[in-house]
């Protein structure tokens, strides 16, 4: 339906620019992995209809992309470490490999020391005033919801395939926004 919309837009007269958005391959990636054969397959199938469309397009440019690559990963559970857990204000939140946490008052030193003993070799821990600094989520106006969704410190997985896994929140074969190459690297 996606390509039929394209195609019937692009051939409306005037100029355009059309934006589509597909989940696939992410969803599945997700639940499979990336290098399972039916990513693979339904890769190739959305490429021969995509380059099927562009055969039947005129004077467009069309350019296929992806929003963030994926990597295989290995599951932390935090039910585990319940001592790390009593700290915690709320649950984690924004990504299983880019985790905000908001720290209880007065143990955020101790949360820091436990932190890094435990997945300091997977995980990179940023303060949230480092992370605003870096303009990592970018340099625009700020969502009002936007510190209260960083809590106080963003833990980063840059080296490793690890991810933390708190109760209820979905575990996934794959997973994608830590600063791995196979993450960040986007296909054109």
């Given amino acids: 339906d996606m390509l039929s919309i394209i195609k019937n837009e692009c051939d409306l007269d005037g100029k355009k620019y059309i934006y589509a958005y597909n989940d696939e391959p992410d969803y599945l990636m997700h639940k499979v992995g990336p290098d399972n054969i039916d990513v693979k397959n339904l890769i190739k199938d959305r490429n021969d209809k995509v380059e099927k469309l562009c055969k039947e397009l005129d004077d467009t440019i069309v350019f296929v992309i992806a929003d963030h690559g994926h990597i295989k990963v290995d599951n932390i559970f935090l039910k585990n470490y319940p001592d790390l857990i ?30 890094n003993k435990l997945f300091g070799k997977y995980f990179t821990l940023y303060n949230s005033e480092e992370v605003i600094n870096s303009k990592l989520f970018g340099d625009g106006e700020e969502n009002p919801l936007f510190r209260s969704a960083l809590g106080d410190y963003l833990a980063i997985a840059e080296s490793s395939n690890k991810t933390l896994i708190m109760d209820g929140d979905d575990e996934l074969f794959s997973q994608h926004a830590g600063y791995t190459d196979d993450e960040i690297y986007i296909p054109l």
């Fill in 86 to 115: 009593n700290m915690l204000k709320r649950t984690t939140s924004i990504e299983q490999r880019a985790v905000s946490f908001e720290i209880k008052d007065g143990m955020h030193k101790k949360f820091e020391k436990k932190f």
